[in-house]
T-cell receptor, first 114, second 115 residues
Framework: DVKVTQSSRYLVKRTGEKVFLECVQDMDHENMFWYRQDPGLGLRLIYFSYDVKMKEKGDIPEGYSVSREKKERFSLILESASTNQTSMYLC?????????????FGPGTRLTVL | AQKITQTQPGMFVQEKEAVTLDCTYDTSDPSYGLFWYKQPSSGEMIFLIYQGSYDQQNATEGRYSLNFQKARKSANLVISASQLGDSAMYFCAMREAGNNRKLIWGLGTSLAVNP
């Protein structure tokens, strides 16, 4: 079974703090993704990575950065957290094969910024 | 322009009955893939079923089947013999050949299974 883990299920941070969200997958997948999910807006892609040290901006990259130093780990960084970044954050990974490159998700992190 | 449309914000079904969740899509790419995911209240997004645009037969996976009507650009999810544990949000998503690994997501349908 594909296993994607995220470092925290729930996280509470203060405005201005630097926040790290970690994601690890154990299936040797090339692709990894970070989404945020908000009511009424669905899933929106923040960043994705198709290889170690490679990254591409998604639809809403502003206020976020990412790091992928190892194939299995993809980190999302909020440089200075703001209240409008309160959201559910979902990490996913997928293999390289098109078109059956199914994305498999972690359990999600519910981040609250006060 | 929204490329995945799920027109049913909420649906109810009686336990043991079948239910169809609608999904229509828009693409000019002849090669694409369609996915359905389930998201229970716990938050994890669970992959259910996949349909490729060139697949001749409708995809099936246990109690899930995909009613793929290519000319109408619809990819409806059918859940047979509903169970209480099927209560969740259901999302339809599309992957276009030229879209660099990105999925385009619908806004989801909330399904409630009544005992």
């Amino acid at each position: 079974d594909v296993k994607v883990t995220q470092s925290s299920r729930y996280l509470v941070k203060r405005t201005g703090e630097k926040v790290f969200l970690e994601c690890v997958q154990d299936m040797d997948h090339e692709n990894m993704f970070w989404y945020r999910q908000d009511p009424g807006l669905g899933l929106r892609l923040i960043y994705f990575s198709y290889d170690v040290k490679m990254k591409e901006k998604g639809d809403i990259p502003e206020g976020y950065s990412v790091s992928r130093e190892k194939k299995e780990r993809f980190s999302l960084i909020l440089e200075s957290a703001s209240t409008n970044q309160t959201s559910m954050y979902l990490c996913a990974s997928s293999p390289l094969e098109y078109p059956t490159d199914t994305q498999y998700f972690g359990p999600g992190t519910r981040l609250t910024v006060l | 322009a929204q490329k995945i449309t799920q027109t049913q914000p909420g649906m109810f079904v009686q336990e043991k009955e079948a239910v169809t969740l609608d999904c229509t899509y828009d693409t000019s790419d002849p090669s694409y893939g369609l996915f359905w995911y389930k998201q229970p209240s716990s938050g994890e997004m669970i992959f259910l079923i996949y349909q490729g645009s060139y697949d001749q037969q409708n995809a099936t996976e246990g109690r899930y089947s995909l009613n793929f009507q290519k000319a109408r650009k619809s990819a409806n999810l059918v859940i047979s013999a509903s169970q209480l544990g099927d209560s969740a949000m259901y999302f339809c998503a599309m992957r276009e050949a030229g879209n660099n690994r990105k999925l385009i997501w619908g806004l989801g349908t909330s399904l409630a299974v009544n005992p």
